[in-house]
């Protein structure tokens, strides 16, 4: 493979008195010497400059439903273009797309696919939007923009699957693109992000409150529930307290269920009941949409009204099976408006 051509420039670097470049795309500010690459992999010091070492080239293409995301609320049964690049900016023991997370990008990058061509193939399988996604796409911001750009220019909208791990300089820049995210909340205490994530957890609420303040993105949540490290009671009704009053309670939180997975291989995957405990935490929070995922379960992967309580959206996994909203939105039934983009 030919690798000259994925390096681009970047700009979220600065120099540094010891001779070192720092890289500020995130949080964790990788100081860098010659040659020597960031804890993302795919962010590289050449020539006393950052580059980044995967753009137009991505670990795989897929078309999938928008609530495969997940998303609920954003163009239901609609399908999305889907992909990413190598490599991630967080740790996670528990990542469930570690092949890809954790390759080094030479390993994995085999499919080219340049920002304008990936756009037209988008438009031409009648995808509704295009999604950034299975690794987390902070790392590859270039890569991201530029296709955003060709993607609206065709009219498509644009989907980040994001942790969230992203500093103040370059939050903005990203998400000027994106017209709707899911956000991981990967847990809600510190003590979880150092010890299971290698990261923090304000940095990911910062990245919430500015969603909800500063940007018309359509966003959504979502935590995977580990058995016995982030699933306590305390830890939901925190999460769930804080997302109400910040957020406000029409943002759709989604309960994922954990797999046995990279580095820990010796938990058990959680149980349903489990789900449907955070579920209730939640709906009792005040919170209008809750879902459960990664399980079979209609009734909490079914959209309700909030006022009078008849089902929505009925989904099967991740079809469509029922339908009924009207407008723009609207409950076929009393006509309250449902939160989201339809």
Known sequence: MNTKDRIVKTKYWKKLPDGRVMCYLCPRHCKLKEGQKGFCFIRERQNDEVVMTSYGYSTGFAIDPIEKKPLNHFYPGTTVFSFG????????????????S??????RLSQKGLPKDIAIAA?????????????????????????????????????????????????????EYIDAANVDLKGFSDSFYKNFCAGDLQTVLNTL???????????????????????????????CKWIVDNL?????????????????????????????KAHAIAKKAGIKYVYTGNVAHPETSTTYCHSCHKPL?????????????????????????CAGRF
């Open 102 to 107: 954790k390759a080094k990008q030479i390993e």
């Open 248 to 276: 406000g309670a029409d943002v759709p939180l989604h309960f994922t269920a954990f797999h046995p997975d990279w580095k820990m291989m010796d938990k058990e995957s959680t149980k349903l009941e489990i789900l449907l």
């Open 209 to 239: 409150l500015y969603l909800k303040n500063e940007t018309n993105v359509w966003f959504e949540i979502t935590t995977l529930l580990i058995p016995g490290e982030n699933d306590s009671v305390e830890d939901l009704e925190n999460e």
């Open 85 to 100: 690049t190598a490599g991630c900016n967080l740790g996670c023991k528990f990542c469930q797309n570690w092949e890809i």
């Open 313 to 337: 959206i009925k989904r099967t996994w991740h079809e469509v099976s029922e339908y009924n909203l009207i407008g723009d939105g609207e409950c076929k039934f009393c006509k309250t408006k």
């Open 123 to 175: 438009k031409e399988y009648e995808c509704k939007s295009v999604a950034f996604t299975y690794n987390d796409p902070v790392i590859f911001i270039e890569y991201v923009i530029d296709t955003a750009i060709e993607c609206h220019k065709l009219g498509l909208k644009t989907v980040a699957v994001t942790a969230g791990y992203i500093s103040d300089e370059a939050r903005a820049d990203f998400f």
